[in-house]
Structure formats: structure tokens, C-alpha cells
């Protein structure tokens, strides 16, 4: 009878992970290089350029390295290039990329920030309940194939402590099964939770960046609606409406709202 009790909840079990649980290869959105991928020479080529300041070269090197496939690294050298030529929206574009693709990278948020700083607009973003912000800095503490890992261990031991908890015959063994069964169980649902929200934000990606020296946003997607206000290049904006192809509705951290042209933003 606890065979076949065992089997059913291992069945079942199966069934919900694998309908809620993340391939690490699966939630990629664009082709991603690991670091075993990039080419050794054409990023030392890159480095190189950077070292003697050639940013102009190390640029376009970097450049052609992400036409084959994204990497965090060649987003922050990117960035790291973009910055030092002055070019401060184009740099925050692609630290804001590199996070994307490895949010807990604590350099990268550094020198995002150091970015962030030159720029013009100062917008003071809504208070978020203490809760929330402290989720979303758990969710973006490391990347989704993390998670995902996180996820299938913490699965399998959950499956460990379901067999101890069945079969042993010891009462404390049957105590500790049970309490870690139900720590393991919140950790499965938490990492698979986490994994697919980091997977939205690298597959919907709504966020984008200024890249216009300055632009004025309007009340409605037209050169003829009212100016409400203007941003500068380097400001970061969530897309609210996506769905046209000259313009974009979009907010601001504060709750601001407006259109502006689609060729002075570009999408993170």
C-alpha cells in the first residue's frame, strides 16, 4: 500500500513540476553565448582595444560579438566602452542588458548606477510597500538558469523526503521528513515562481531606454497632441502600449504617462 501510495504522489508529483518547471535551456529569448562559446580571440582583440583605449575599435568589436548571440560579459564591456566615449545612453542600454541576463552581478549594477548619474532626468520613482521591493530583489538576487537549478534540487530532495517520510518507521525520521518535505516544497514552488518572472523579463523585455538627445512626450501618438514633458537621453521607461509602429505609450517610475516616437527609444 505505500508503494502504491509513494508511486501515486511520485506521479503526480512529476506531472505538476513538469507542466510549472524551466528547462535551462528553454527560456532563452535570443541565442545565448556562455563564456566557453565566445571566441577567445576576437574578445581579447576586444580587451585589447579597450587597454589602449581605443574605444572606437573595442566598440565595434563588441558589436559584432553580440550579432552571433548574447552574453552579460559583452554587454558590460559594451557598456563599459560606450562610457567611456562619453556615449552615456548607449552604455546604460547595455548595462541594463547585461543585467538582464545576470541580475545578481554586482559590478554591473555599479556601474549602471555611476551611469545613471549623468544623467539629466531625476524621476522619483512611487513608494513600493517594503514586501514587494524586498520580492523583487530576491527574484533579481541571481539569473533564471539559477532558479531553475534551484528548482530541480530542491524537487528531487523534496521527492527524498516524501520516500523517508513513508517508509521510515522511525517517528523522528518520519518528523524531519515532514518538515523538510514542506521546506523543499515551498522552495520548488518559490524557485519555479521566480524563474518564470525572471523568464518574462528576459522574453517580453518592456522596458527601454531614451537615445534621443531630448524628446518631448505627448499626450497623444501624434506631433499635434500636447506636450506634457521631456525627457532626456539615458532615461529609462516602461512601454505601457507596444502595439503601434511609429509611436509608444510609455511611464515613468513616478506614474507619468505619454507617447513618444518609436525611433527615439530603444527597446532593452
Not at 573595442?58 to 558590460?76: C, F, M, S, T, V
Not at 523585455?205 to 506636450?227: A, C, D, L, Q
Amino acid at each position: 500500500m505505500k508503494k502504491i501510495l509513494f508511486a501515486t504522489l511520485l506521479v503526480i508529483s512529476i506531472a505538476c513540476f513538469g507542466q510549472d518547471s524551466l528547462s535551462v535551456d528553454s527560456v532563452q529569448p535570443l541565442k545565448s553565448l556562455s563564456s566557453s562559446q565566445i571566441s577567445d580571440t576576437t574578445k581579447i582583440a576586444g580587451d585589447s582595444a579597450y587597454v589602449k583605449k581605443d574605444y572606437a575599435l573595442a566598440i565595434q568589436i563588441y558589436e559584432a560579438l553580440l550579432k552571433e548571440g548574447e552574453a552579460a560579459e559583452i554587454y558590460y564591456n559594451l557598456g563599459n566602452a560606450y562610457y567611456k566615449t562619453g556615449e552615456i545612453a548607449k552604455a546604460i542600454l547595455n548595462y541594463e542588458r547585461a543585467l538582464l541576463l545576470k541580475p545578481g552581478n554586482n559590478d554591473i549594477r555599479a556601474n549602471l548606477e555611476i551611469a545613471r548619474s549623468k544623467t539629466l532626468d531625476k524621476v522619483e520613482a512611487i513608494p513600493e510597500i517594503f514586501f514587494v521591493t524586498w520580492i523583487k530583489s530576491l527574484i533579481n538576487c541571481i539569473g533564471v538558469d539559477v532558479w531553475a537549478v534551484w528548482g530541480i534540487i530542491s524537487f528531487l530532495l523534496l521527492i527524498f523526503s516524501l520516500y523517508i517520510f513513508i517508509f521510515s518507521k522511525q517517528i523522528l525520521l518520519k518528523k524531519i521528513s515532514f518538515i523538510s518535505g514542506i521546506a523543499f516544497l515551498i522552495i520548488t514552488f518559490c524557485a519555479n515562481i521566480f524563474a518564470q518572472q525572471q523568464k518574462e523579463y528576459l522574453t517580453k523585455r518592456t522596458n527601454g531606454i531614451i537615445m534621443s538627445p531630448s524628446i518631448t512626450v505627448r499626450s497623444t501618438p501624434s506631433e499635434s497632441g500636447t506636450s506634457l514633458f521631456i525627457l532626456h537621453e539615458g532615461r529609462k521607461v516602461s512601454i505601457k502600449d507596444n502595439s503601434m509602429k511609429e509611436w509608444k505609450e510609455i511611464r515613468l517610475e513616478d506614474g507619468k504617462v505619454g507617447w513618444i516616437p518609436t525611433n527615439s527609444i530603444e527597446i532593452i
